[in-house]
């Protein structure tokens, strides 16, 4: 009977471990993302881990570790702000968990509670070198939820997060409105209900802070959420498009100290100057996203234009109410890279710079000793659309083998 | 009722006349030489260093340089290190926010898009930064025949009496576009099931054919002749076959509905969309009936594209039938109508075929195969100049000509701002501003 136990539960701890496998790929052009394409060059990962990388001549791989070999790789991609794995891909009313409307602000929804790693979104991403997402709840609310960050493999969303809660997501202009006389109808009177629970979340942890022992305040878990704004823990992450609510996003972060991080920003582009000096980051709309609504003025060069300007951006599948039900990152770099961007700043985008943003740049998004074994194989170009990916590796596990 | 005949023929001419009148799009007059370009003529190889000579809206020369005799008062425009093909043709498109059918019923074959459009939406400029010369504008796909589509060439022009293609008599061509699957299906009168979308569609089509009888039956008795009916004349235009069936379909069981009735009635039928058209690429060759392929950047977005991918480009190729594209705009942007090409012989199409979906083929599936879509002595002068391969990401258009005229000019500050989005973007053709005739823009 002890045995049996002792079995179950040493199942039970394997099941909740993330895979991590050796493995080696030799690249005819390497992309570490913090250095220079490497010609002919070897990543080897023990144990999901990077233990060595540099070119093949002068970096041995172990006895016994199986070598794959690959035209072009570069770090696994980080999509920096997407819905999938909470918006499924029939699109049918069952499967869309990334926005509640019921009510207009709900930061104690957590994504964590939603995910499916399963999802077949979640593969196909995958299956063209995207290894990390920035998810969560959606657009389409004053506060929708939380968002996390997840790797694309794992059965389980236990075994897929990296962050169980990354952001708090929010939305100012048109978009966070609502009809029918419900609140709020209006730019302004979404900002004066923003401004309203932030103060009721301030009011909340003064009392907590203030509080004598034993009288500490009922646990609200909307307003104990949204505290985590007020004291820096989590970014507000505020999806806009007009240069007027993106001015609005970045007076109310100013007048409750919050860290913002600016998504969409179709207009950002007439206000450089204003996002440079405030230091607030970017995670450009899709560059593909259709320009219609109040994203009707974007541009295919906004994220060059942020980049060369010097504003940390990152770029983003975003989210898609119809078909197709998500974009792909790497499409969306590669029309960023032709439209000013450039291919080093577009894949940094999409790596490196997407890892710095989010805040996991000690676990991913660049090939260097210590970090994660994510790696996005490629028999060309990435960004050429007529190239294929060939093999995606998670934590030194090839999870997606099919060129596609 | 003497005097219904005679009605129809005053019509007809009236449109003539009209037409006649106002169909005169601005022709550029002199000879242009493009010299050292790599042609892509889809009609036949490849020509590297090659020269294409326009005159008066059509071509008039097209080979290598050491064979093409470039006119002594032409004008010469150096192409060297550019590409050249033909005008993309889009079999299928939703810009000018034209819509035909309304609630009130399924079928509505007299509706016609035609009535709708506006031609100053700054989708036909996107269009035209995009490569995009002729498209078939058509309805949306919520009712199984939601009306008459038009085919549109973006040539000067400012109104859409001057962009539409016409037929020798001046009438305006277009098709008719049908759909099946669940679009169509909604609360009665519209179809609650697939059986019931396919018999309604017989219905019409029985009744068009009653109609037809009782018109020969009447020959030149005019107390017989029926009251005219416009629904049914589209119908029986449907059913000559002079009317093509432009029809929306996506899973495999509807586009074997589709062929069934095809079969039964006889009309001429491009499948558009297709997503599994993998699955029944054979069936679908053994009718020869051409498909026109949507392809997006991931599956699904509803039941019915839960299986769509990059493959079908490829597959129906191999099965020998015949492949365009299309945008479906807004569905897919205009502007990267070339990627989508891409995408297929990323999925396993040949560059060849794929090179001819965009142009050739989609011509063709609008009978105008004799007059665009290659790079052929004759045909009108509708071209696109790019700086690089059309399947490369880093390729761009430059030039759109139309009909001998520049079109879009990558070059121009106001054009560069449809090709890349910007501030003022997305205005309906305010960019002019006031009282600028679009031809003279």
């Known amino acids: 009977m002890l045995h049996r136990v002792i079995v179950v539960i040493a199942t039970l701890v394997c099941s909740a471990m993330v895979m991590a496998g050796d493995v080696a790929v030799r690249a005819g052009r390497l992309h570490t993302a913090n250095g220079p394409v490497i010609e002919d060059g070897v990543v080897v990962v023990r144990d999901g881990k990077i233990v060595a990388v540099g070119p093949s001549a002068t970096t041995p791989v172990p006895a016994g570790v199986e070598v794959i070999e690959a035209a072009v790789v570069t770090p696994g991609l980080i999509d920096a702000h ?25 930061p104690e929804l957590r994504a964590i ?3 499916n790693s399963r999802e077949t979104l979640v593969d196909w991403v995958r299956s063209f070198g995207v290894t990390t997402l920035h998810t969560g709840h959606g657009p389409g609310s004053l506060v929708s939820g939380q968002t996390m960050i997840v790797k694309t493999a794992g059965a389980t969303v236990n075994e897929a997060v990296v962050k169980p809660a990354a952001m708090i997501a929010a939305t100012l202009g048109e978009q966070a409105t609502r009809d029918g006389g419900k609140p709020p109808g209006t730019r302004s009177k979404a900002a004066a209900m923003l401004r309203a629970e932030l103060q009721r979340a301030r009011h909340y942890l003064d009392k907590i802070e203030s509080a004598e022992e034993g009288e500490t305040p009922d646990v609200d878990l909307r307003l104990a959420a949204l505290g985590r704004v007020l004291t820096g823990e989590l970014p507000l992450l505020v999806t806009v498009q007009r240069h007027q609510d993106i001015l609005t996003a970045m007076r109310i972060a100013e007048e409750f100290n919050l860290r913002l ?38 541009s295919m060069e906004t994220a060059g234009v942020l980049d060369r300007e010097g504003i940390p951006i990152a770029l983003q599948s975003g989210y ?26 577009a894949l940094h985008a999409i790596t490196l710079g997407a890892a710095k943003l989010l805040g996991i740049d000690d676990r991913v998004g660049s ?19 007529t190239s294929h990916c060939i093999g995606t590796i998670i934590n030194g596990e090839r999870v997606s083998r099919e060129a596609r | 009722m003497q005097s219904k005949r005679n009605l129809v023929r005053l019509a007809v001419v009236t449109i003539t006349l009209v037409s006649g009148l106002i169909a005169t799009p601005a022709l550029a007059r002199e000879a242009i030489a493009f010299v050292g370009a790599h042609l892509i003529p889809i009609d036949g190889p490849p020509i ?17 340089r050491d064979r093409v005799r470039i006119p002594k008062d032409a004008q010469i425009i150096d192409a060297a290190g550019q590409t050249i093909m033909p005008g993309l043709v889009d079999t299928h498109s939703h810009v000018g926010g034209g819509w035909a059918a309304d609630r009130s019923a399924p079928i509505q074959p007299d509706v016609s898009v035609y009535d709708s459009i506006n031609v100053r939406d700054s989708g036909f400029r996107r269009a035209l930064a995009g490569g995009v010369t002729t498209a078939n504008v058509m309805p949306g796909s919520g009712h199984l025949m939601s009306g008459q589509t038009v085919y549109v060439k973006h040539r000067a022009g400012n109104t859409i009496d001057e962009w539409v293609w016409r037929d020798d008599g001046g009438r305006p061509l277009g098709g008719m576009k049908m759909a099946n699957g669940t679009n169509s299906r909604r609360d009665p009168p519209f179809p609650g099931t697939r059986g019931k979308s396919a018999a309604l569609v017989r219905e019409q089509f029985v009744a068009a054919l009653d109609y037809r009888r009782k018109l020969e039956a009447a020959g030149d008795d005019a107390e017989k002749v029926p009251d005219r009916d416009l629904a049914m004349e589209a119908l029986l235009e449907v059913l000559d076959g002079t009317r093509m069936v432009h029809h929306h379909t996506h899973r495999h069981d509807d586009i074997m509905t589709i062929l069934r009735l095809r079969e039964e009635f006889g009309f001429r039928v491009v499948l558009h969309h297709v997503s599994d058209a993998w699955k029944v690429a054979d069936e679908i060759a053994a009718a020869g009936v051409p498909s026109s392929l949507i392809l997006v950047d991931s599956p699904g977005g509803k039941l019915e594209a839960m299986h769509i991918g990059y493959e079908s480009g490829g597959v129906l190729e191999k099965a020998g039938a015949a492949v365009a594209f299309h945008t479906d705009d807004w569905i897919t942007d205009s502007r990267l109508f070339l990627r989508m090409a891409a995408l297929a012989v990323r999925g396993g199409m040949s560059r060849e075929g794929a090179l001819e979906a965009l142009t050739l083929a989609p011509a063709q599936m609008m009978d105008l195969g004799d007059r665009i879509g290659s790079l052929t002595v004759g045909k009108d002068a509708d071209f696109v100049i790019l700086d690089g391969d059309p399947f ?8 759109t000509w139309v009909d001998g005229d520049l079109r879009f000019d990558r070059s121009d500050e106001k054009d560069r701002l449809w090709a890349v989005g910007g501030y003022g973007a997305g205005q309906p053709r305010a960019v002019g501003g006031c009282c600028q005739r679009m031809e003279e823009e």
Do not use: C
């Open chain 1, 320 to 345: 898609e109410s119809y078909v197709p039900k998500t974009r792909v990152v790497l499409f969306e770099a590669a029309v960023a890279a032709s439209h000013g961007l450039g291919v080093e700043r």
């Open chain 2, 392 to 399: 490369s990401v880093y390729t761009k258009v430059l030039e």
């Open chain 1, 113 to 115: 509670d939603a995910y």
């Open chain 1, 82 to 106: 997407t819905v999938v794995g909470l918006a499924g891909y029939l699109n049918q009313d069952t499967d869309q968990d990334q926005l509640e409307t019921s009510e207009p602000v709900q």
């Open chain 1, 367 to 385: 090939l260097e000793i210590g970090k994660d074994g994510d790696l996005a194989l490629y028999d060309g170009d990435p960004f050429e659309y």
């Open chain 2, 48 to 64: 590297e260093d090659g020269v294409l000579v326009i005159s008066e809206g059509s071509i008039t020369a097209v080979g290598t």
């Open chain 1, 261 to 298: 991080v600016l998504d969409g920003a179709g207009e950002s582009y007439l206000l450089i100057d204003e996002i440079r000096e405030s230091g607030i980051p970017v995670i450009v709309h899709a560059t593909m996203k259709r320009a219609a609504g109040e994203a009707e003025n974007l």
